[in-house]
């Protein structure tokens, strides 16, 4: 399911889940998207200085993410109210999911769990037909950016673009 270093690769079907997500606790999960892309981003905590640029900026790049259709869902062993309080302060309103009870499970799953028990930064990429198309691992201290995900998107086929006219 993983390559060596741990990460789900792509080509492989990607684990189905649901997790609480921000701001009312609503399960939430990828097979909820059928026939659209998804983005999963792990990330250790919420109220670092990383995870904080990091989400912040996929907020900003989410008109561009929505132009493909795609979904972007943030991951991290954080609690609802955790992520509540986070993303109301950031300003992020895509979900943030809460892979916490059981701690981690969602992550390792997907090979993204770090052994200091929180996700690690990792972005995933899922077709529409619920298969990985991208994945990603990230140093912890390193913020991903957005540039992996908008061309994992794009190498989805450009006929998924969604007109902005």
Same mark, same amino acid.
């Given at each position: ?23 009312? =606790? ?12 998804? #983005? ?9 200085? &990383? ?39 950031? =300003? ?18 997907? =090979? ?19 298969? #990985? ?23 989805? =086929?450009?006929?998924?673009? &969604?007109?902005?006219?």
């Amino acid at each position: 399911m993983s390559d060596p270093n741990g990460l789900i690769t792509p080509g492989q079907v990607a684990p189905a889940f649901t997790l609480p997500a921000s701001p009312d =606790g609503r399960e939430v999960g990828p097979g909820q998207f059928p026939g659209r892309p998804v #983005v999963l981003a792990f990330y250790p905590a919420d109220w670092t200085p &990383v995870c904080g640029d990091q989400m912040a900026l996929y907020q900003a790049a989410l008109p561009e993410l929505e132009r493909y259709d795609a979904v972007l869902l943030g991951i991290s062993v954080d609690s609802v109210d955790s992520h509540r309080a986070f993303a109301e302060s950031r =300003g992020i309103r895509f979900p943030l999911l809460a892979d916490f009870e059981p701690k981690g499970e969602v992550s390792r799953r997907y =090979g993204a769990y770090a052994p200091r028990g929180q996700s690690d930064r990792a972005l995933v990429v899922i077709d529409p037909d619920g298969r #990985v198309a991208w994945s990603h691992l990230s140093p912890p201290e390193v913020n991903p950016g957005v540039d992996g995900i908008l061309d994992a998107l794009e190498q989805l =086929g450009t006929d998924r673009r &969604v007109s902005t006219r």
